[in-house]
């Protein structure tokens, strides 16, 4: 794994960050834990985007970081999401262990860009477990009560397993090819030129992808690995569960179709076949499990595990059409929804926190009655987060959810895989069906809220909300609104990510295959 000058250059943007979060560790302990680090940290964030702006187009970087229309896409969702996070964050300023805070956040924001951008085994890695342990900080300075360290704990120690199990697929990948370069391993996997027999592909491809599959899944919840998310959202603050239903999901959705487009060359049948059993448990799960929740975060887990099973159809599409224009549409439905699920769900934890400022504790779905007519405003956006997930016209989760079974039905119904139609139609069915399941559990949250029933417990308003809190929310209301009504901006950039993204593409445009020379964002327009 080669790093040049130009490389560190590229990655100023990330370094920033990196130095201003040891800055805020540092300083933290040195005396200065409750000092007001939201402003650092949002102008560290400001920076970096400045920097990512003003890069120059034609720096020559080795090929452990892959300077392309996803990696570029993925940079600036961060950034906009650490942002949002930043700003929710400031409520927490005057906690004993501030600077520990914000110092956590940037590192995950630093972790998540870096994922987009690796291009090598051993950067990848780094950069999910730069995600996974500032969570473990996180979610242990959340709140203090036993539920809350008992989750806390199980996911640490669960996330530690999955790691394992991710690195050991990776050591596999390495074994097959002979190098951790993604490009490298690319090629090698085309060529036939494994550093194994045959018989030893039949065995390590299969073993590598799973291994690989459970290591992401715990990441994105997917069923069977979902089993940490609802006591652990449940457990810790609306903050914390929003930031593990983003980070996470958004790291491993792209980690994942990184790796799919890699391994492309040696998967079966089987791959999409296994994937697509993974989002139809999971789907099915999540939307059935939420139905029966009272507790408001609990409740959102299994709605975040749903939306993992919808993300999922996105990666079966691609899977079996290969490097066919359809796999194309798969992985920029995934990644369209991807996006309108992340507004949504900061808009969602943003609105919570909010709540539980204005009226003390919003842990039961029952502590939203009559909101709709205390806090309109607050009610107004939950509503229209709630809508958005449920995928109701015409806000932006409708176009993630078109998208997704659009292509998936289209596939089912192509002539050319006609053998294999009925699966697709399966799944585009089932999809529908557990989106209209899913509509029971928001509509239930909109109905709480404006018609309360008579014996609801009616709060009082205990202090100002937090003012962070308050824009965030709206920024992600307008946000998923602006989407809805003109999604045509966002639907063309996720599609132009999805096709930069194929590494054999990526080489042709070079004329070295060592080094993949920086092609700015627009370049893939």
Not at 39 to 64: H, K, N, Y
Not at 123 to 141: C, G, K, M, N, R
Not at 178 to 206: C, F, H
């Amino acid at each position: 794994m080669g790093i040049s000058f130009d490389t560190f250059l590229f990655l100023f943007p990330e370094a920033i960050l990196v130095v201003t979060a040891a800055a805020i560790y540092v300083l933290g302990a040195a005396g200065l834990s409750r000092a007001r680090w939201m402003p650092v940290a949002f102008s560290a964030l400001l920076l970096a985007a400045w920097c990512a702006i003003r890069q120059p187009t034609d720096l020559a970087v080795g090929e452990a970081v892959l300077v392309d229309g996803l990696g570029q896409g993925i940079r600036w969702v961060a950034i906009l999401v650490g942002a949002l996070f930043v700003i929710m964050s400031g409520r927490e300023e005057g906690h004993q262990l501030t600077g520990e805070i914000f110092g956590s956040l940037l590192l995950i924001v630093v972790g998540t860009m870096l994922v987009g951008l690796a291009g090598d085994l051993v950067l990848l890695f780094l950069a999910l477990e730069l995600i996974s342990i500032p969570t473990y900080v996180l979610l242990f300075l959340g709140s203090p009560g036993r539920a809350s360290v008992e989750a806390t704990t199980k996911y640490f120690f669960l996330s530690i397993f999955s790691s394992c199990m991710l690195l050991y697929g990776f050591s596999l990948l390495y074994g097959l090819a002979g190098s951790t370069s993604l490009a490298q391993i690319y090629g090698t996997l085309a060529a036939g030129q494994l550093a194994v027999g045959e018989v030893g592909q039949s065995l390590l491809t299969p073993l590598a992808f799973v291994m690989i599959l459970a290591g992401i899944g715990f990441k994105i919840a997917a069923v069977p690995f979902h089993f940490y998310a609802p006591d652990v959202y449940q457990g810790t603050t609306s903050l914390n569960a929003g930031i593990l239903a983003v980070f996470p999901k958004i790291a491993g959705m792209v980690a994942l179709m990184r790796l799919i487009l890699v391994m492309s060359p040696v998967l079966g049948f089987w791959s999409w076949q296994t994937v697509m059993l993974l989002s139809l448990l999971t789907m099915t799960l999540g939307n059935v499990a939420a139905l029966w929740q009272t507790n408001i975060r609990r409740l959102l887990a299994y709605s975040s595990i749903a939306h993992t099973g919808y993300m999922l159809m996105g990666l079966v599409v691609a899977l079996f059409s290969s490097r066919d224009v359809s796999a194309d549409e798969g992985f920029s439905a995934m990644l369209l929804y991807l996006v309108v699920y992340a507004i949504a769900s900061i808009g969602t934890f943003a609105a919570l926190g909010w709540l539980a400022d204005s009226q003390g504790v919003v842990d039961r779905v029952s502590s939203l009655a009559g909101i709709g007519f205390r806090r309109p405003a607050a009610a107004a956006c939950v509503a229209i987060f709630m809508f958005s997930l449920a995928g109701i016209p015409p806000l932006a989760g409708f176009w993630g959810k078109f998208f997704l079974f659009w292509n998936t039905i289209s596939l089912g119904l192509s002539a050319s895989f006609s053998s294999m139609s009925f699966c697709f139609i399966i799944l585009a069915v089932v999809g529908v069906l557990n989106a209209a399941i899913g509509m029971g559990y928001y509509l239930r949250i909109i109905a709480i809220m404006y018609f309360p029933a008579e014996e609801a417990e009616q709060k009082q308003i205990h202090s100002s909300p937090y003012w962070g809190s308050a824009l965030a929310m709206l920024i992600c209301a307008a946000l998923v609104l602006a989407v809805g009504i003109g999604p045509g901006r966002l639907m063309r950039e996720t599609r132009d990510m999805a096709r930069s993204a194929w590494i054999e593409r990526a080489a042709e445009e070079n004329s070295d295959a060592g080094v993949l020379i920086s092609r700015s964002f627009t370049s893939t327009k």
